[in-house]
């Protein structure tokens, strides 16, 4: 555990997701950040790899506060009634979600969705009729319906069984979309209303005209923040706003890295993540280099794709726990958590499974569910981090 004094800093006073553009190429993405870890690949600086180590895998995008279940829900629980009882996680662990009867659902990559009550671990793949093993986002609707986003399909589970949903396209978001108590489910680029999938396409307006491949605009996050406003972080042009009626792009140029994850803490800042350029802050008027401002850049990534440890460059996740710390996941260094004051890195040597952090989750008791890559499912109480067992 590594505690920083901070540059310059202020206090921290202070998903839903949705795009019709094409996914990225995940499977490389996986490949090279595999190749990076065994150091057994000489990287050669051109486009095509260029997008595959930036862009790839969308993974499970900043924890929405909605998702943490009310303990006073009185919703029967559907009762679950495939799957296999299991006595091992996956070990390559993208989403984890708690739904309202607070079990909890992961999503791995290949290795379908693990159900787990407290008691019992159950896995359900495609031989259950799971759209697909790589599952890279899950949601519930009001009524208990889980909704999962695959790689190569929506699919949603009523509790007996899954229903594959083909997208209609050209769907731009209603109000009703933006209200946080109906119907309406988003997932990364994609919503579902009434069961029914639509395709989400954002306008091509950005200012930034970085490109790494042919699909800038391909939407890899999405978050709705209290005000109702939904913000979408992209493969190269930046991060934009949907209020409702109006698309609004922020025009910083470090942003055009792919946006991994965007997270509102309790003040409302954004709080945004890159891979490359790192952390930013959004106060509604600046975004501030928060990386750049703490001295935790890593130019060695940026000019020949080389991960570093002790940097802050290379966001995947972003929550926050029940005290207002902000929880950052990187892909080559980590965990950082930031209480307002100080940064303090966590690695495998705090007891960090990898230091690759996929997706950070916080329950509603207030532990972290770390899933860290291909090493399997991390647990952290306050004060000790612990491998996942049954």
Known sequence: ???????????????????????????????????????????????????????????CIGQNKESRPDKTNKEQPIALNIGDTVSEIGKDIRCIFQ???????????????FKYDGKVLLQLTDKHGLGSNFVWNIQQGQDGTMYFKTRDNLCFFDGKKFNTNQALDNFGLTDKARTANNQTMLLLGYCFENKLAKAFELP???????????????????????????????????????????????????????????????????????????????????????????????????????????????????????????????????????????LTNYTTKDGLTSNSVWTVYCDKIGHLWIGAGENGLTKYDGQTFIMFKI
Not at 6 to 31: C, I, M, V, W, Y
Request: glycine letters at 10%; charged letters at 20%; aromatic letters at 12%.
């Open 1 to 59: 555990m590594v505690k920083r004094q901070l540059f310059g800093t202020l206090p921290l006073k202070n998903l839903l997701p949705h795009a019709k553009n094409k996914s990225p190429r995940f499977e490389k993405d996986d490949q090279i950040i595999k190749q990076e870890q065994l150091k057994t690949v000489k990287i050669t600086l051109n486009i095509a790899l260029l997008l595959s180590i930036l862009g790839g895998f969308t993974a």
């Open 99 to 113: 739904d309202k009867q607070n079990n909890f659902w992961f999503a791995t990559n290949g290795q379908g969705v």
């Open 204 to 342: 091509q307006t950005s200012p930034l005209k970085g490109k790494f491949s042919s699909t800038p605009y391909a939407i890899y996050c999405s978050y709705l923040d209290s005000q109702g406003n939904i913000w979408f972080g992209t493969e190269s042009r930046g991060v934009c706003k949907y209020d409702g009626q109006t698309y609004t792009w922020l025009n910083e140029k470090e942003l055009g890295m792919p946006v991994r994850s965007i997270f509102e803490d309790k003040n409302g800042h954004l709080w945004i993540g890159n891979n490359g350029y790192g952390l930013f802050r959004y106060d509604g008027k600046t975004v501030t280099n928060f990386t750049r401002q703490q001295k935790l850049e890593n130019p060695d990534f940026l000019n020949g794709l080389k991960g570093k440890a002790g940097t802050l460059s290379r966001v995947w996740t972003i929550t926050d726990d029940r005290q207002g710390n902000l929880w950052i996941g990187t892909i080559d260094a980590g965990l950082w958590k930031y209480d307002g004051r100080v």
